[in-house]
């Protein structure tokens, strides 16, 4: 059964950082394109992060370069996006996705954690 699961969602204050983490199992997660993605309420969801799976290149959405950071642990099929300088427009639930795709379109991943609430707040 393919599953993915989300944690290291919570509340931080404008400027801090929080680490999500992103389990597989039921699958190999280097096999797939990887991505972070996010929905604020009353938005589409859009992708933050992801990691192609025809180069392994990524392709950072323009808010969030230079601040968050994805990475790979092939030994623990886990993927991990480290987010730093967060600012209030960051609040979201943040979902992690597996699919085929070159770029981060949520249209090209058809599988997906159930989600990781972040809120940036003071």
């Known amino acids: 059964q393919v599953q993915l699961v989300e944690s290291g969602g919570g509340l931080v204050q404008p400027g801090g950082s929080l680490r999500l983490s992103c389990s597989a199992s039921?699958?190999?997660?280097?096999?797939?394109?990887i991505g972070w993605f996010r929905q604020a309420p009353g938005k589409v969801r859009e992708g933050v992060v992801c990691?192609?799976?025809?180069?392994?290149?990524?392709n950072y959405a323009n808010s969030v370069k230079g601040r968050f950071t994805i990475s790979r642990d092939n030994a623990k099929n886990t993927v991990y996006l480290q987010m730093n300088s967060l600012k209030p427009e960051d609040t979201a639930v943040y979902y992690c996705?597996?699919?085929?795709?070159?770029?981060?379109?949520?249209?090209?991943?058809?599988?997906w954690g159930q989600g990781t609430q972040v809120t940036v707040s003071s």
């Open positions: 990691i192609t799976n025809s180069d392994g290149s990524t």
């Open positions: 996705g597996a699919g085929d795709g070159e770029y981060c379109d949520p249209a090209d991943f058809g599988s």
């Open positions: 039921g699958f190999t997660l280097d096999y797939y394109a």
